[in-house]
């Protein structure tokens, strides 16, 4: 697991020293939100997590990657409503965020929008294809798959 805490160390002192350094706030609010999860080493708070993140993307508003982070983060965290703002705001920020398109797709199935998280599979297929992602083209397609066997009737899945 390496030297997490010696890491958090680097990223204060970074911090410190270079007061407007978002990509020091996005990657302690990382690490923090790994320390927060219940099979972390604990003493992180969802406050401190957040907070660093939303320092981050006040210092860099275009971060597209800390909207990504951020609304996996308040998912996480019980925050649906937040989570799927973030992710669309990462994806407004960078429309070939394939990525973006996966996970938001992930959060909408378990919110039960099932059509709409396909049209984000869909999306996400689309543009690891175009990207060469072949693992992520893989993993959108066989969502869409599990997604649309799901939205079939009994008689449908019986004889499919």
């Known amino acids: 697991m390496g030297n997490i805490k010696g890491a958090i160390a ?13 990509e020091a706030y996005h990657e302690r609010g990382c690490i923090r939100w790994g320390l927060a999860l219940p099979w972390g080493l604990g003493g992180e708070t969802k406050l401190g997590v957040l907070t660093d ?32 703002a973030d ?6 920020l960078q429309p070939d965020y394939a990525k973006a398109y996966y996970e938001r797709g992930g959060i909408k199935s378990k919110l039960g929008d099932k059509q709409s998280a396909i049209a984000d599979y869909q999306e996400a297929v689309r543009l690891c294809q ?17 997604l649309e066997k799901k939205s079939k009737g009994f008689w449908e899945r019986l004889f499919s």
């Open 10 to 22: 680097d990223l204060d002192e970074a911090i410190y020293l270079q007061p407007d350094y978002a």
């Open 53 to 84: 993140l939303n320092e981050a993307i006040r210092l860099q508003p275009d971060y597209a990657e800390v909207y990504f982070d951020r609304g996996w983060i308040r998912f996480d965290f019980g925050d649906k409503s937040g989570a799927i």
């Open 87 to 92: 992710l669309d705001e990462a994806i407004r």
């Open 130 to 146: 175009q990207q060469g992602n072949r693992k992520g083209y893989d993993n959108a397609l066989k969502q869409i798959e599990t």
